[in-house]
């Protein structure tokens, strides 16, 4: 039985993305998943914190997840984070329906 795609949504601090993306071989599915995200700012107590949004599946974040727990580890917190909040989602408990809300459309200045 085919199973339809769980979305999850990966965030992870701008420095945190910067060495994991340099650390990929840039011919990897991973390396593609993480250049496909977007820089968000969020107030964080008394200034703006820059983060990465990554949207994907799950297979695909649980892919993500071993790539960083061999190749940078400080990056593992953040996806599993997201896996979590995807499998609670998916729950039997949760709606039928998955949905995340838009990313916020890039502005350029």
Same mark, same amino acid.
């Given at each position: 039985?085919?199973?339809?795609?769980?979305?999850?949504?990966?965030?992870?601090? +701008?420095?945190?993305?910067?060495?994991?993306?340099?650390?990929?071989?840039? &011919?990897?599915?991973?390396? #593609?998943? *993480? %250049?496909?995200?977007?820089?968000?700012?969020?107030?964080?107590?008394?200034?703006?914190?820059?983060?990465?949004?990554?949207?994907?599946?799950?297979?695909?974040?649980?892919?993500?997840?071993? +790539?960083?727990?061999?190749?940078?580890?400080?990056?593992?917190?953040?996806? &599993?984070?997201?896996?979590? #909040?995807? *499998? %609670?989602?998916?729950?039997?408990?949760?709606?039928?329906?998955?949905?995340?809300?838009?990313?916020?459309?890039?502005?350029?200045?």
């Amino acid at each position: 039985m085919l199973r339809t795609p769980v979305p999850t949504l990966l965030e992870m601090p +701008l420095p945190v993305y910067d060495v994991f993306v340099d650390k990929c071989d840039q &011919a990897s599915r991973g390396f #593609a998943l *993480l %250049k496909n995200s977007v820089i968000v700012r969020r107030p964080k107590d008394d200034h703006y914190e820059r983060m990465v949004k990554i949207r994907c599946d799950l297979e695909d974040a649980k892919k993500l997840l071993a +790539l960083a727990t061999e190749i940078y580890p400080d990056a593992v917190t953040s996806i &599993a984070g997201g896996i979590a #909040a995807a *499998l %609670k989602l998916d729950s039997p408990l949760a709606s039928q329906q998955h949905t995340l809300a838009p990313l916020p459309v890039p502005v350029t200045c």
